[in-house]
């Protein structure tokens, strides 16, 4: 059986090299946005929220209730 690792996957070393054309440098003084949304002003309209559709319930035939309840056995 071969051994499994304890190490996460996730799990990098401080000489991992950053690619500065997929992560450029932060500007400390750019404004936070709020929305994802707000990240570029070409990004398209959000989507509209899917229709919801009812989900079909089929109806349970009721158990009749008897008029009293059963005799309670005596104590022995």
């Given at each position: 059986?071969?051994?499994?690792?304890?190490?996460?996957?996730?799990?990098?070393?401080?000489?991992?090299?950053?690619?500065?054309?997929?992560?450029?440098?932060?500007?400390?003084?750019?404004?936070?946005?709020?929305?994802?949304?707000?990240?570029?002003?070409?990004?398209?309209?959000?989507?509209?929220?899917?229709?919801?559709?009812?989900?079909?319930?089929?109806?349970?035939?009721?158990?009749?209730?008897?008029?009293e309840?059963?005799?309670?056995?005596?104590p022995?």
């Amino acid at each position: 059986m071969t051994p499994i690792s304890m190490t996460p996957v996730f799990m990098t070393t401080m000489d991992t090299p950053v690619d500065p054309d997929r992560y450029p440098p932060l500007d400390p003084g750019a404004p936070i946005p709020d929305d994802p949304g707000e990240l570029s002003p070409d990004s398209p309209d959000p989507l509209p929220p899917p229709p919801v559709e009812p989900i079909p319930v089929e109806p349970v035939p009721a158990e009749p209730v008897p008029d009293e309840a059963p005799p309670v056995p005596e104590p022995a």
